[in-house]
């Protein structure tokens, strides 16, 4: 067997050799044609190790084609600029294909690959092209509930721009919370439940004018420049995901170009942006990647008149990556942001309504986080990965109005300042076994320093009243383990345990997981079962409850992690014209949900957006719990033959039990939600070099739910009053909203130009977003979701 594989490795090289040179006589012969290199590197999927003699091929022209080194490298000239797609063959490995990736001339292309390691007889290497499923997610212990995303999806979408959160809101069991943010409802849960990590490790949440305990916020600080492949999980998590219970993030910065500089110069209306990236030196491995964006409305502002109320912000993201002979690659990665938006209402009063309120507020956020990770080989199949990162995420606001008692002064009086300041350490060691086992344990620490004050101005006794006042530090905890076993080609099991740990109050959870995949042709089953759990915000332990003369007290200390149980079912499969069919039948029980001990409220943390959903509460206790089950169907054609569709259908319920034992609607119990996303892509001329593309996106969901108002006893007492065991009860209008969009994309010999149009709410639909009880009128009144919403850029990309 080694004297036939050696014989194929001979054989192939011999072919690429002559190959390469009929490839550049051809590209020689054909100056018209703009080309580019396309490099990357390809690795045994289990055990990261570079894979040296795999056949990289141009499936639109196999005589263009290459073969890895020793490090996994590979590099292809003389690709055409276009959708191409890639096919990589190796003996004892199963085959893979990148298709219909954009090459363009104003940047190399470069191809991360893992292949895994076939259970079949070894086959002869052949030029054949062959289905890949491109949603699997790039972690290899990953089968449910989860798939993978590319930069290039988040900018294809039409109303993504070029954002992550919002991206996904096309996935299946995914749902918007509002217009107004990128907040997403994953399954009926809060968006308070999602997780985000960057590098292997959790960061802060990564978005602009944002709010303690939230995940989302208006703009994302995560950029398209910088980011790489990444994995988006909907439940059913694997071990080493923890401190979630509705869905989670898994980010990769991609690495920068080691062999030449590379810029890119945007502007839009959602910022200007510059980015960086190449070598260090001429010979050397490493590299760097720089990304710095600020706010272009904040920027006309110092030019001309654009209103008062005009957010500012700026961001930037880096990676550095420092490959090492014998001690491992080294990388240093950080991503941050800061964002201010001000209001100050005209000081005459008769232009206060309801559109320019008589509300005074200034509210500021910072977001910082970095860290060092470095990867190393303590043998052939296994390694150690230790990341070390710190954060900071810092927000002040104060709210006034310049007439409390004028009707159009919306807002309560408060002031705050909350820090959060963390030290974050993982170790994880991975070991391939063999081609059938692969096992990952690992071990995290978080340090937390937190440092909070709320308070809120009672006008009953004008007196400035404490929520939150106080400073320290605790530590969380966490340990998995995860074992993989292929036990046919058709069969496999992925098993372990992870475990959580909160030093604050010495709550901690153990949590088995399992996952079994059967796949006999083309139809793939999948079953998933695990518990999970998660800690709430700090600021939900500390919260004060204390009356006039009466002590300070946190009630809220001694809560216990919340916990959920999740199920999953499973069925894929391949259908006519590269279609393919995916459902997911889950079921999520939650306990240990926080809620008011009294048994006439309708609080449930489970229905809360941020921290600040928790003020005037009464204490909570861990006594809740909650209910979430439906089914996520979704038909993908992904990008192929210039044109693509995502067809997503989601049916559910989502419920909750109160401190007295009834059961009610979550807030995100919108009972449906359908989304058809798709597009094409029209060539301008033979070579491909001019390219138009038009996307669109058709959006309905039921409504969300709102508690009934007391309007009589609202007046009462001249504040909001809902009607006892109303909780929830009432659904707002359906939700319906048409997006579009259109680019133009021109390669020349040494950049690429893209002009793109991108309109959310296309129709300018008024879709309803929340009612309110407005105690200057004694009425209730409504605030709509946003209208349309239009996002012009250009974009260059040079060498």
Do not use: C
């Given at each position: ?16 050799n ?41 499936q ?6 290459a ?38 001339s ?5 191809l ?10 070894l086959?002869?290497?052949t030029?054949?092209?062959?289905g890949?499923?491109?949603?699997k ?64 490790i ?27 492949n ?16 509705s ?16 810029h ?84 005459d ?89 692969t ?45 993989k ?35 006999p ?30 002590a ?50 309708g ?91 038009l ?8 409504g ?5 108002i ?8 001249g ?9 929830f ?71």
């Amino acid at each position: 067997m080694l004297h036939f594989r050696h014989w194929l490795l001979v054989a192939g090289l011999a072919l690429a050799n002559s190959n390469t040179t009929s490839a550049q006589e051809t590209a020689s012969s054909k100056k018209s044609i703009i080309t580019q290199k396309v490099r990357g590197t390809v690795t045994d999927g289990a055990s990261k190790q570079p894979l040296a003699g795999v056949v990289v091929i141009l499936q639109s022209d196999t005589k263009i084609n290459a073969i890895t080194d020793e490090a996994g490298a590979f590099t292809l000239s003389g690709v055409p600029v276009g959708r191409q797609s890639f096919i990589f063959k190796m003996v004892g490995f199963e085959d893979y294909t990148i298709a219909e990736t954009p090459v363009i001339s104003g940047k190399e292309l470069d191809l991360n690959v893992s292949m895994n390691e076939s259970l079949k007889k070894l086959d002869e290497v052949t030029v054949k092209a062959t289905g890949k499923d491109r949603i699997k997610p790039m972690n290899e212990f990953a089968t449910v509930s989860a798939r993978a995303f590319s930069v290039e999806e988040t900018r294809r979408y039409a109303a993504a721009f070029a954002d992550p959160a919002r991206m996904v809101q096309n996935f299946p069991g995914v749902a918007n919370a509002g217009d107004m943010d990128n907040s997403i409802v994953v399954r009926g849960n809060s968006p308070k439940g999602v997780l985000w990590r960057m590098e292997g490790i959790e960061i802060p949440n990564p978005n602009h004018f944002t709010a303690q305990g939230a995940s989302g916020g208006a703009i994302s600080m995560l950029n398209a420049n910088t980011l790489g492949n990444s994995d988006f999980y909907t439940g059913a998590f694997v071990p080493e995901i923890g401190n979630a219970l509705s869905g989670a993030f898994d980010l990769n910065l991609r690495t920068g170009n080691n062999k030449r500089a590379e810029h890119t110069v945007a502007i839009g209306t959602l910022g200007i942006e510059l980015a960086t990236e190449g070598p260090f030196s001429k010979n050397g491995k490493g590299s760097y990647l720089v990304n710095y964006r600020y706010s272009t409305l904040a920027l006309l502002k110092s030019f001309i008149d654009v209103g008062q109320s005009i957010p500012a912000y700026q961001d930037g993201s880096f990676k550095v990556n420092l490959p090492t002979a014998k001690a491992g690659t080294f990388t240093l990665w950080g991503l941050g942001g800061y964002n201010v938006a001000t209001n100050s209402p005209d000081e005459d009063s008769s232009k206060w309504d309801d559109k320019n309120p008589n509300i005074k507020y200034d509210s500021r956020s910072q977001m910082y986080t970095g860290g060092l990770s470095h990867q190393y080989f303590v043998k052939k199949d296994a390694y150690i990965k230790t990341v070390i990162a710190v954060s900071q995420d810092k927000a002040t606001s104060k709210d006034d109005t310049l007439n409390p008692a004028n009707e159009y002064a919306r807002v309560s009086i408060q002031r705050s300042g909350i820090t959060n300041n963390a030290l974050r350490a993982s170790v994880m060691y991975n070991q391939k076994v063999n081609a059938r086992h692969t096992y990952r344990a690992g071990i995290i620490g978080q340090y937390w320093a937190y440092k909070m004050n709320q308070q809120y101005f009672d006008f009953s006794d004008d007196t400035w009243r404490n929520i939150l006042d106080g400073d320290g530090n605790t530590q969380f905890y966490q340990a998995y383990l995860q074992w993989k076993t292929r036990l046919t080609d058709k069969l496999s099991t992925t098993a372990g345990v992870h475990g959580s740990y909160l030093a604050l109050n010495d709550k901690y959870s153990i949590e088995p997981r399992a996952t079994i995949t059967y796949q006999p042709n083309k139809n793939r089953f999948t079953l998933a079962a695990g518990l999970h759990s998660k800690p709430e915000h700090l600021s939900t332990y500390l919260f004060q409850n204390a009356g006039v003369g009466q002590a300070v007290t946190h009630p809220n200390k001694n809560l216990d992690l919340q916990r959920a149980f999740h199920t999953v079912l499973g069925y894929e499969t391949v259908l006519p014209f590269k279609t393919r069919l995916k459902a997911e039948v889950y079921y999520q029980y939650l306990y240990n949900i926080p809620v008011e001990q009294d048994s006439s409220s309708g609080f449930s943390i489970i229905n809360a957006l941020d921290v600040y959903s928790l003020l005037g509460t009464k204490p909570l206790v861990s006594e809740g719990t909650g209910r979430n089950y439906g089914i996520d169907i979704s038909i993908e054609r992904p990008f192929s033959n210039n044109f693509y569709v995502l067809a997503t259908g989601s049916f559910f319920k989502s419920t909750y039990t109160t401190y007295g034992g009834k059961e009610y609607n979550t807030r995100f119990n919108r009972g449906y939600t359908f989304n058809m996303v798709g597009g094409k892509e029209f060539k301008l001329n033979h070579s491909g070099r001019k390219i138009i593309g038009l996307n669109g996106k058709v959006l309905t969901n039921g409504g969300a739910r709102e508690s009934v108002i007391d309007i009589a006893a609202s007046r009462q007492r001249g504040k909001a009053e809902y009607a006892q065991g109303q909780y929830f009860t009432a659904q707002v209008p359906a939700y319906f909203r048409v997006d579009g969009g259109v680019y133009y994309k021109v390669n020349n010999k040494r950049a690429t130009h893209t002009l793109q149009l991108d309109v959310q709410n296309i129709t300018n639909r008024k879709n309803f977003f929340f009612s309110y009880y407005d105690d200057k009128t004694a009425s209730i009144k409504t605030v709509n979701q946003l209208g349309l919403f239009p996002n012009l850029s250009y974009r260059i990309e040079f060498h």
